[in-house]
Structures are given as C-alpha cells and as structure tokens.
C-alpha cells in the first residue's frame, strides 16, 4: 500500500485553481500572483468561491484593461472587495471612479 506523507498538508480547491490558472499564465509576476490570491480569497468571503482557473484568468485580464485605462490596482481591488463584486468591468469602474481622460493616463 502507498505511503501517505502525514506533515504533507492537502491542497484546497483555491489552492488547486491558484496553481492551475499559474501553470497555464505565459508570464507571471508576483502582482499577478498576489491579485489572483486575493480574488479568489475574496470569492470566498463573500460565499461565491471561484470554481476554475478561467474565472481567475478573466479576472486579471479585466484588472489589467482596467489599469491600462489609469486606474489604481489597489484602489480598485478595494472597490471589488467593498462592493462585495464577484467580478470587474471597466464600465463598472468607470462608474464608480470617474472616466479617465487620455491626458490623466
């Protein structure tokens, strides 16, 4: 029979899709990394916990069209958790924070 190692701590699901959203990423940096483990620890806050590694992938996409647009990460990732939002459009953003000019970019 196999040997099961006691000290070796099983994944949780977020874990699992926090690893499979990583391992399919072409790059991935310590800020992706790190919004993606707050969204999906978000999800789980607020009863809706992510499911697959698409829902994290569509997520960071939409983060990043939202800073490319001039938006603060962090003042956005605080309006996703204050808002309880189970995901992000720049058009909520844009509602909520105020259109970007060109120039404010």
Do not use: C
């Not at 309006?79 to 939002?85: A, I, K, M, T």
Request: charged residues 40%; without cysteine.
């Amino acid at each position: 029979s196999e040997s099961v190692n006691v000290n070796e701590k099983k994944k949780t699901s977020d874990e699992k899709i926090l690893d499979e959203f990583i391992s399919k990423e072409t790059t991935v940096t310590d800020i992706t990394i790190n919004i993606a483990r707050r969204f999906i620890a978000h999800r789980r806050l607020i009863k809706d916990p992510v499911k697959t590694d698409k829902a994290v992938k569509m997520f960071i996409n939409s983060i990043r069209e939202i800073v490319k647009n001039g938006y603060d990460l962090e003042e956005v990732m605080n309006l996703v958790e204050s808002r309880e939002w189970k995901n992000i459009k720049l058009e909520w953003v844009q509602k909520e924070l105020g259109v970007k000019m060109e120039w404010e970019r």
